[in-house]
């Protein structure tokens, strides 16, 4: 009986999250938080390798997550940053994990993360802070987690000389024509949400998808070693 109230917990709460997550934001540079909020043994080591997906840019990457002591961990994100329409550039991300040991069912935690690219065309960087609750129905079994929060996001468009498409409106025939388009920048506060799942397939080996929306819909897919 228990572990039936405990699998309809965490149906509950995978469904309220999922509901949440029409409102909210998440940043393209680094990996999506892939983020569970337990408490660990000291000095444990996750390695992540994953992407990123939108429908104007992509993130692929590693990640090398350390725990420090077993309320906080710290990781660090490296890989190349494609946005549509400009150069690949690399991509980084940096941050810290700290549990909070609360009487509940579910793992609760604060995470920060500082993140930032830059190219010949464009820069960017920013931050996050967020709250991650995490939830495992069965021992051993998949974890269900999400998190809410805010991100700054900051980019800076550098002059650039741009190919774009003319229709001739009387023959409607294409031609490519050459602008310039002059430097600019942008700097925005979102609400940030994700909701995903680490599912283990051998003793050390978990893979993982993840969901969050800013703009744009985003999707995380990747494998974990612990």
Known sequence: MMTKTRWFNGAVAGGLLLVSSAIVNAQGIGLLPTETAEVRESEWIDITAGAVFSDRQ????????????????????????????????????????????????????????????TGDQIGEFGGTLSWIVSYRPLENGVIFYGGLGV?????????????V????????????????????NSTRIYPLLN?????????????FAEFAYTENWWIGVGLRVR
């Open 58 to 117: 992509q993130f692929y990457g590693a990640r090398d997550t350390f725990t420090l002591m077993p309320e906080c961990r710290l990781f660090a994100d490296l890989g190349m940053v494609n946005r549509d329409g400009y150069d690949t550039d690399l991509g980084a991300q940096a941050g810290m994990t700290y549990a909070i040991p609360l009487d509940t069912e579910f793992d609760n935690a604060m995470r920060a993360s500082l993140f930032g690219s």
């Open 151 to 163: 991100e700054l996001d900051h980019k800076s468009f550098k002059e650039r000389i741009a190919n």
């Open 165 to 184: 498409m003319v229709i001739d409106p009387n023959t409607s025939a294409e031609s490519t024509q050459s602008v310039i388009e002059p430097s600019s």
């Open 195 to 207: 909701i995903g799942a680490l599912m283990p397939v051998f003793e050390h080996v978990n893979v």
